[in-house]
């Protein structure tokens, strides 16, 4: 979840201040009138928010106000006691950004390149119609870093929210999180449920780091509830035929049959992006000389 504020009317001679809140990859806002924007106004907003959007998501992000950050210190924030407290008692994680406009943030296909990608591009024309997500078929991204895995996703998660389908977005650890919240009063199989509003769930980045039982299990679950319900797409630096190397072969096997049952299979390769830019220059604004 992400909130931010703007210049609501005046209401009898007095300014008031707008809170805005909205799900990544959701047209869904809960914007609600406030007079100001001190610390019991923004948890009582974000208190109705988090009603309105019917639970309390993995993390809540929003820029460096003095409701959040009260100092930073070597670079690193120090976080208002009061929000740490409101974080906790949510079972939330409260981070923080340099002020952006939303609406410009992000990768689309818009600055995609379709000629630098190994995947075919007729493979990526279909991807592009989103008719795969109407027959509610999976997609599945695997191969080496830096080769345009998550970009494809977040462009293709855009494409869908424009054509008015909900997305939800997810880390494999932000499952197991969620997982280990859900797990202390029995209600894993409702949250599970509340993200299958969405047309599309993706999951990123699979294979980067060791996967806890919980994430394996959040994955697991995730997959099954889905199965032939609605898409779930997942980028992997590993071939789902290797998830038995991040999690118990059992699990691992039951989940990449059904993942795998009604999916597109997209294997990139090639020499990492990211490094090509680096080693070029090509990823920062070069300096100016002195003047």
């Known amino acids: ?15 008031t201040v707008l809170f805005c809140a909205w799900l990544a990859w959701s047209r869904f806002r809960v914007v609600i009138a406030l007079w100001d924007r001190t610390m019991p106004s923004v948890v009582m907003a974000l208190d109705r928010a988090l009603r309105a959007f019917g639970g309390a998501p993995t993390y809540a992000l929003t820029d460096n106000e003095k409701t959040v950050s009260t100092d930073h210190i070597a ?20 981070a923080t950004c340099l002020p952006a406009d939303p609406a410009s943030t992000g990768k689309t296909f818009q600055a995609w390149n379709e000629a630098t990608s190994s995947i075919p591009a007729p493979t990526q024309a279909a991807l592009r119609t989103l008719e795969w997500i109407g027959r509610a078929e999976n997609l599945v991204v695997c191969g080496p870093a830096g080769t345009g895995k998550t970009f494809l996703l977040e462009a293709l998660g855009q494409a869908a929210v424009e054509a008015g389908r909900h997305v939800a977005w997810f880390t494999l ?4 999180v969620l ?13 599970i ?44 630096n590993l071939h789902p035929s290797g998830f038995d190397e991040l999690m118990p072969k059992t699990l691992a096997t039951a989940t990449v049959d059904r993942l795998l049952h009604h999916a597109h299979l997209c294997q990139t390769s090639g020499e990492s992006v990211r490094l090509s ?14 003047r």
């Open 1 to 15: 979840m992400q909130w931010d504020y703007g210049d609501g009317p005046k209401v009898a001679g007095r300014s």
């Open 75 to 94: 670079g690193i924030a120090v976080r208002n006691p009061a929000t740490v407290a409101f974080g906790r008692h949510y079972g939330l994680t409260v």
């Open 173 to 176: 650890e932000a499952l197991g």
């Open 179 to 191: 997982v280990r919240r859900h797990r202390a009063d029995d209600s894993v199989t409702k949250a």
């Open 193 to 236: 449920t509340r993200i299958l509003r969405a047309d599309l769930v993706i999951v990123d980045d699979i294979g980067l780091l060791p996967v806890g039982p919980d994430a394996a299990e959040g994955l697991y679950r995730l997959v099954d509830a889905a199965y032939e319900r609605r898409s779930v797409a997942v980028s992997s």
């Open 277 to 290: 830019q680096a080693l070029t220059g090509a990823g920062v604004v070069a300096l100016a000389g002195p």
